[in-house]
């Protein structure tokens, strides 16, 4: 593979370390990403707090706020159904979404990503949902190809599709394939 690849000198590797619950806030640019947000997370593993500590970085909080939450939803409680989760997002949204703080992890996070994913970019992931992708495709506003080695389901599919992105999954048959196309494509990113 190593030889393979010094036949093309403009391919850059990069590892790259990327977390959904980083990206998460980033889905909160106004109040539509609440629904947004509920198809990237496991709502019933998640309380209140949970959503307010993964939100940290486009919310302000404070004592008085979080026992105004706590007045509707147990802040230690994992929800228990999808519309607690959306209706508790939209109270935090409400009482705490921080316009500035928003735009200031925006502005770092394209300006970091932008840095990562400069020209054709691809990502090379083990696979499953394409969460990450989306996210920074979306966030760059540029088509970032996205080559698994397994899906276990659509929802991928559905996570790159819906910001005009690609997804190629590998298997057993077509791997020398794929692994050419790989190779020619560009800069590709190793994901943890």
């Not at 228990?80 to 979404?97: A, E, H, P, T």
């Not at 992890?105 to 691809?122: D, I, L, T």
Request: net charge positive.
């Amino acid at each position: 593979f190593k030889s393979k690849i010094e036949t093309y000198k403009n391919i850059e590797l990069n590892y790259t370390y990327v977390s959904r619950k980083a990206l998460m806030p980033l889905l909160l640019k106004d109040k539509s990403g609440i629904s947004l947000i509920e198809t990237y997370v496991d709502y019933d593993m998640l309380s209140p707090r949970d959503i307010l500590e993964q939100l940290k970085m486009v919310i302000t909080t404070s004592e008085k706020k979080e026992k105004e939450i706590n007045k509707e939803f147990n802040l230690d409680e994992k929800f228990q159904n999808i519309n607690d989760f959306n209706r508790c997002l939209s109270i935090i949204y409400d009482k705490c979404f921080d316009q500035k703080k928003y735009d200031d992890y925006y502005k770092v996070c394209k300006e970091y990503f932008g840095n990562e994913f400069k020209g054709n970019a691809s990502t090379f992931d083990i696979g499953y949902s394409g969460k990450p992708e989306a996210i920074i495709s979306t966030l760059l506003g540029k088509e970032i190809r996205t080559y698994f080695v397994h899906t276990n389901n659509s929802q991928a599919y559905n996570n790159t599709r819906n910001c005009n992105s690609k997804l190629v999954t590998f298997s057993n048959d077509n791997w020398y394939h794929k692994r050419n196309i790989l190779i020619k494509h560009g800069t590709f990113m190793y994901w943890l």
